[in-house]
């Protein structure tokens, strides 16, 4: 069983930055992919960024020079470094792992992009 934490979230200003972090409780063995998505309100889930277990990234669009995704050394959190975001940022986050071919998801935490 694979539990996700997420923190990090809260209320920023346009230009602002946050730093999202997720602590993954369980063995690492066979977590061959860890990422971001969010949706927002009335929109589907969409990737953010994911890291492979070889430390390949991608990230999407939208984000590409304003997101940074990372992981620490043991591979036990993954965090989404956040900057110059917007008001299109605005959204549930979710961290996300793919353990033995098995998806799993936190409980998400809420980002608000707003003036």
């Known amino acids: 069983q694979v539990q996700l934490v997420e923190s990090g979230g809260g209320l920023v200003h346009p230009g602002g930055s946050l730093r999202l972090s997720c602590t993954i409780s369980?063995?690492?063995?066979?977590?061959?992919?860890s990422g971001w998505y969010r949706q927002a309100p009335g929109k589907e889930r969409e990737l953010v960024a994911r890291?492979?277990?070889?430390?390949?990234?991608e990230y999407a669009d939208s984000v590409k020079g304003r997101f940074t995704i990372s992981r620490n050394d043991a591979q036990t959190a993954v965090y989404l470094q956040m900057e110059s975001l917007k008001p299109e940022d605005t959204a549930v986050y979710y961290c996300n792992v793919i353990r033995f071919g098995t998806p799993y998801w936190g409980q998400g935490t809420q980002v608000t992009v707003s003036s």
């Open positions: 890291v492979m277990s070889g430390g390949n990234t």
């Open positions: 369980a063995s690492i063995w066979g977590i061959n992919l």
